[in-house]
């Protein structure tokens, strides 16, 4: 063989080359996309009964100490068809209570296990923001995610523990079904096509967690009697535990305070 | 020369892309949202990315021609292998792109994507360079330098620098490692490169190939570590809590990444003159038959 028939097996070989990874990459997707829905809780396994007649309830309010930051204004001019709200959710304090803190049931809990809900959570796309901003969802459980803008969005959780995806999301496209496996705290979203999109998905094995709304309030019901730690997890201001002991119909106050950082 | 120029303006089309961060807004690839020829509605990361890739493709069709041309038309065997080797290095670097999309940005690959860049586009310089008329007109000087470390050595060492310099700042970029070795190392850079400027300044201005390219060097590093200085500002300092990329933060890292891109390029030129115009005691100065033949060995066309 001459040098040119070398050559041209060489370009030949990368080319190949380029094409499997590409190929089997996809491939590889496909494999864990169809996988992804069996991740919920087996049908084998069984949930831990609760009495309902003595289950108690924790609520309270997560307060922001200091002088809430100046909410930050967001740049949409490179999609006209993002239009609407355009103030970053970071930090959402308000008369000192904050919103968007994700509080659960970290410890306290045993080897329970419970039913994943058999109903959707949903994520809106809506003038080009995630709504909502903070999401909780059980391991397995199946969130829809919609697309109500008239642009396209990708839709990109970048996991620690979970597997990472990405996929685009036309106008008027049909939605999306995902879950994620495993148990992972402030799993960031985000979309490449609008860098200001972000959110946050909390997955978690108990159906007992809440997030704040816009009076810091939360409330969590259905515990059993017992000793838990409680988080309160915020997307900047980090994680603070409670140790908390609640008994039987017991109708418990837990309050948080954030401090600006 | 073309494909050189075409580089630069890819090389900045992919800096937009990592500093809006846009690299995932076409999620799939060979493909652009399932076409290998439909343009996408330009609009968002998309307009980053997309442009991106087609500016990419151009590239890669000027690479192709000038292989064949070069292969062609160069009687130089050596130019032909480094045209040859320029068309490997695009494809691999296509291949990079496309894995690192495939991948979700893994910072290894995203970084080695970036070094990959800058190296070919030095290629692509060095061939613009090698078939330029003044090389293939000009007759060498042939200076001798008996001084430890020699230019040589120096325009090498500057370029080895600038290469650490431009891993450490693409695994920062792309998120594989903190600013600080990127930051570290500027120093380093500075002073290897003002010494090997000034050393060729003091002894070797008359020749103009090597004067300018060495005043040129001096130039971009004083640019490059002003907007260096700017561009830690508005990403690290200021913009950390930034909830998208910032005007000022896209247009100093961006104008970082090109200054980085011509200075290294600039510094390849440099050696290559070195090494053409004064080589070290060891070399064999070119006696003056050869001299008289460097105009004969050129290639039949550029």
């Given amino acids: ?261 | 020369m073309l494909t050189a120029c075409a580089t630069f303006v890819l090389l900045i089309a992919g800096a937009l892309v990592t500093s809006n961060d846009a690299g995932l807004s076409v999620p799939d690839w060979p493909t652009s949202f399932g076409s290998l020829y439909k343009i996408p509605q330009l609009v968002g990361g998309v307009k980053f990315e997309h442009t991106h890739r087609m500016v990419a493709q151009f590239v890669g069709i000027l690479t192709i021609i000038m292989a064949v041309w070069t292969w062609r038309s160069d009687r130089r065997r050596w130019i032909r292998y480094l045209a040859l080797g320029a068309l490997c290095t695009v494809i691999a670097q296509g291949i990079l792109g496309g894995l690192t999309v495939l991948f979700y940005l893994p910072p290894a690959i995203s970084s080695a994507h970036a070094a990959l860049a800058q190296t070919f586009f030095c290629i692509a310089v060095a061939i613009a360079v090698f078939t330029g008329r003044r090389w293939l007109e000009k007759i060498p000087a042939a200076e001798i330098d008996s001084r430890r470390p020699s230019l040589t050595t120096l325009g090498l060492l500057s370029i080895c620098v600038l290469y650490i310099q431009l891993i450490a700042g693409a695994m920062f970029r792309h998120h594989g490692l903190s600013w600080w070795p990127h930051v570290l190392n500027a120093p380093i850079v500075a002073i290897v490169l003002t010494w090997t400027a000034i050393r060729a300044l003091l002894h070797y201005a008359q020749i103009e190939a090597i004067r300018r390219p060495a005043v040129i060097m001096l130039s971009l590093l004083i640019a490059q570590l002003c907007l260096g200085f700017v561009a830690f500002m508005t990403r690290v300092a200021w913009g950390h809590d930034a909830v998208q990329p910032e005007l000022p933060m896209v247009i100093s890292t961006v104008a970082h990444v090109a200054v980085g891109a011509l200075l290294l390029a600039t510094t390849v030129v440099f050696s290559i003159q070195v090494r053409r115009h004064v080589p070290g005691s060891a070399a064999k100065p070119l006696r003056t038959e050869d001299r008289a033949t460097v105009a004969a060995r050129a290639p039949v066309s550029s």
């Fill in chain 1, 1 to 261: 063989m001459n040098r040119k028939t070398w050559g041209a097996i060489c370009m030949l070989c990368l080319l190949g080359l380029g094409l499997t990874v590409g190929c089997s990459t996809k491939e590889n997707t496909n494999e864990e996309q169809g996988t992804s829905p069996t991740s919920k809780v087996p049908a084998t396994q069984t949930s831990t009964p609760i009495d309902p007649s003595t289950v108690a309830t924790v609520s309270g309010t997560v307060t922001f100490g200091g002088a809430a930051p100046k909410p930050t204004k967001i740049d949409m001019s490179q999609d006209a068809a993002c239009k609407g709200n355009n103030m970053a959710e970071t930090v959402v304090a308000s008369d000192g209570k904050l919103a968007n803190v994700f509080v659960y049931v970290k410890d306290g809990l045993g080897d329970r296990t419970f039913d994943v809900p058999k109903d959707s959570t949903t994520i809106d796309q809506k003038n080009c923001q995630y709504h909502p901003h903070v999401l909780g969802v059980m391991t397995g459980q199946n969130i829809e995610i919609r697309n109500d803008d008239d642009t396209t969005h990708n839709i990109h959780p970048t996991p620690k523990d979970n597997r990472e995806w990405n996929e685009s999301q036309p106008p008027k496209a049909a939605a999306l079904e995902k879950s994620f496996a495993r148990e992972e705290i402030m799993l960031p979203v985000k979309c490449n096509q609008h860098p200001w999109m972000k959110m946050y998905v909390n997955v978690v094995k108990t159906p007992f967690f809440a997030i704040t709304g816009a009076d810091g309030k939360y409330e969590i019901k259905g515990l059993p009697p017992g000793d838990y730690t409680l988080a309160f997890v915020h997307e900047k201001l980090g994680e603070q535990d409670q140790k908390i002991t609640l008994a039987a119909k017991d109708s418990k106050t837990v309050d948080q305070g954030f401090k600006a950082q």
